[in-house]
């Protein structure tokens, strides 16, 4: 398989398994001791958010794959794309990171009320600032790729697929209010089978129209694009028919008088907890963006080297990613309904056992390299970037984990959001970027470029444990102000 030899496969099946008995034997112990509730709680909330973002990460490392035999253009030209909708992406989830902070928290005061106009405020911004993305790509589609490369062949293939993926923006937009709310009231399987409906879907018409299958065009990655936006309207319409079906007072179903509903107290809280989150992730996607124009500074190899690792990486990583997730919504939960020295040993517990994940996935990342490279069609130069990218990203991914798990899971659970951006900001912008440009200005090669960018994560992870030790986060907002009125 792949041109490697029996014994290295031996050796990463035998590690994988051990590691999996681990797990089940941990959970095993923790399932009948006095950690039960704990464990019982996160398995049913993460199982079916991690299902959800595998499958939602997998979109983007598909595409990769299918589009690896094209060529390095055609490769870049997807990466450029997928900036442009990492970036759209990044301010819906900081706007609907707003929807799940305040839903998890009037659910767990079994305030109906308000979580419906949080459902409708939430859906009105997001949408509102879908539009806003639709506009640039589908109109000005030059404008956006010129700032990530000036290779022909790649603009105009990124032309094509950005024109057609800008009409899924708002369906994109509304499919991330429901699943935000659905997750914050504890159904996050809606959102996983939808999302798994979707992957099917996008998986067979990628094959049939980027390599022209039977009655199917050869579109290339036009192609690609055609058969992701088919997905996201399957997505949101089974999304929007669940809401409406599923009972006359579905929790997070609101109609007009639940948005007129919304008094000036509701909107100042809201603003004043969730600008911060909106600002943060759409600031730290911007600099992620900035990254992509200092690694084009060095050539269309290594957009491309940097593509492959980041969708690669995104996999390892999706587990601490998912379990932050959980963790901010059983976190507010038990803020909101007022079990404070409960959500203090919630956090320890999730702390160490994002980090251990984090470390143990990153470990995994760096065994499966030789794989990884016989799975991507590339040339023995990108090859050896590669190796080394997927090393540094391995070795720090413990700790990227820890800070994820403190930003999105800890601090934005209790509402503590303005030091969660400034920690997030003055970390990516007055460190990792400065190094990162400096280093490709000075001609350093790709993996190093990547070795500044990850520098960011030491100096999160110095000014963020003392915050969360502090328990300035712990803050139960329903308490701030009178929201239902």
């Given amino acids: 398989m792949f041109g490697l030899s029996p014994m290295y496969f031996g050796v990463y099946f ?11 034997l941990f959970l095993k112990k923790k399932l009948v001791g006095k950690d039960r509730e704990f464990y019982k709680v996160l398995l049913v909330l993460c199982i079916p958010i991690i299902v959800q973002n595998f499958i939602s990460t997998s979109v983007n490392v598909i595409d990769t794959v299918m589009i690896s035999s094209l060529g390095e253009e055609s490769i870049a030209a997807v ?21 799940g902070l305040f839903i998890s928290q009037f659910y767990g005061s079994n305030d109906r009320k308000s979580i419906k106009k949080v459902m409708g405020l939430s859906t009105i911004l997001c949408v509102g600032f879908s539009f806003i993305f639709f506009v640039l790509a589908f109109f000005f589609p030059e404008l956006i790729i010129g700032i990530f490369s000036t290779d022909p062949k790649v603009v105009e293939l990124c032309k094509n697929y950005l024109v057609v993926i800008a009409i899924s923006y708002p369906l994109t937009a509304l499919s991330m209010v429901i699943s935000a709310g659905a997750r914050a009231v504890r159904n996050p399987k809606l959102g996983m089978f939808c999302s798994g409906a979707s992957l099917i879907i996008n998986i067979i018409f990628n094959y049939c129209l980027i390599f022209g299958i039977g009655i199917f065009p050869e579109l290339g990655v036009k192609g690609a694009a055609i058969s ?5 309207i399957i997505e949101c319409l ?10 006359k007072d579905y929790i997070i179903k609101f109609n007009i008088n639940d948005i007129k509903g919304i008094n000036k107290d509701f909107f100042k809280v809201y603003m004043s907890k969730g600008m911060p989150i909106f600002i943060n992730d759409f600031a730290w996607a911007i600099g992620s963006v900035s990254y992509s124009v ?5 050539g269309t190899s290594a957009i491309a080297a940097s593509q492959i690792a980041t969708s690669t990486a995104n996999l390892f990583i999706m587990l601490a990613m998912c379990i932050a997730t959980g963790a901010a919504i059983m976190l507010g939960n038990e803020l909101g309904a007022d079990n404070t020295d409960r959500a203090i040993d919630y956090s320890n517990k999730f702390s160490k056992i994002v980090f251990v994940v984090g470390s143990i996935l990153g470990g995994m990342l760096i065994l499966s390299i030789p794989i990884l490279l016989k799975v991507y069609s590339t040339s023995s130069t990108m090859a050896g970037d590669l190796s080394k990218i997927f090393v540094i990203m391995g070795v ?3 700790l990227k984990s820890f800070n994820i798990l403190v930003i999105v899971g800890i601090l934005r659970s209790g509402g503590d959001t303005k030091y969660a951006f400034a920690l997030e900001f003055g970390c990516m912008w007055l460190v990792s970027i400065p190094l990162t440009f400096f280093g490709a200005i000075n001609g350093f090669p790709i993996y190093m470029l990547v070795l500044f960018t990850y520098s960011e994560e030491i100096v999160k ?11 300035v986060w712990v803050v139960n907002l329903t308490k701030d102000i009178e929201i239902s009125g």
């Avoid at 992870?461 to 328990?471: E, T």
């Fill in 238 to 247: 089974l999304l929007v028919g669940y809401v409406i079906l599923k009972d």
């Fill in 396 to 398: 720090l991914m413990g």
């Fill in 461 to 471: 992870a110095i000014f963020g444990l003392p915050r969360v030790l502090s328990k």
């Fill in 228 to 232: 992701t936006v088919f997905a996201r």
């Fill in 294 to 298: 200092a690694y084009a500074m060095v």
């Fill in 14 to 24: 035998f590690v994988t398994a051990l590691i999996v008995l681990g797990v089940i």
């Fill in 79 to 99: 990466g450029v794309a997928n900036q442009v909708f990492f970036l759209f992406n990044m301010g819906l989830i900081g706007l609907t990171g707003a929807t």
